[in-house]
């Protein structure tokens, strides 16, 4: 496994693990924090400017599509995180109010949470058993 993969994973993964605990820690902030922020445009757009960044760094830097799950799942993770910065930039406030309301963040909240700790843990573990 490179080691590209391998820091990667244990990057990505740590930073899954704890944002979700501190998510779920804090339910209502966050909750209400995603809502203005979906609400405020020019703010909106700096995520999207930010979330492009790290998007295009693993697109770029890490676009494994064999060699086991691990890096696919790396791989995968940069192309969403590249795909969500551009729907961030490119979409109209309006769509991004409705897409956020059909995600039903506040009613799913813990799901959400929970599949972001699933993949931190399966991230983490894969990255730090690698040799």
Request: hydrophobic share 55%; charged share 5%.
């Amino acid at each position: 496994m490179s080691p590209c993969t391998v820091f990667l994973s244990r990057l990505i993964g740590l930073y899954c693990i704890l944002a979700s605990l501190a998510m779920a820690a804090h339910r209502q902030p966050t909750v209400e924090t995603m809502t203005a922020l979906i609400h405020t445009p020019p703010v909106l757009f700096l995520a999207g400017i930010i979330a492009l960044l790290p998007g295009l760094a693993m697109v770029l830097g890490h676009n494994v599509w064999s060699g086991g799950a691990l890096p696919v799942v790396v791989t995968l993770v940069g192309w969403v995180t590249l795909i969500r910065g551009l729907f961030v930039l490119f979409l109209s406030p309006g769509a991004e109010v409705r897409l956020f309301a059909g995600l039903r963040y506040g009613q799913l909240f813990y799901l959400y949470c929970g599949i972001g700790l699933v993949l931190g843990v399966y991230l983490t573990y894969g990255g730090f058993k690698a040799r």
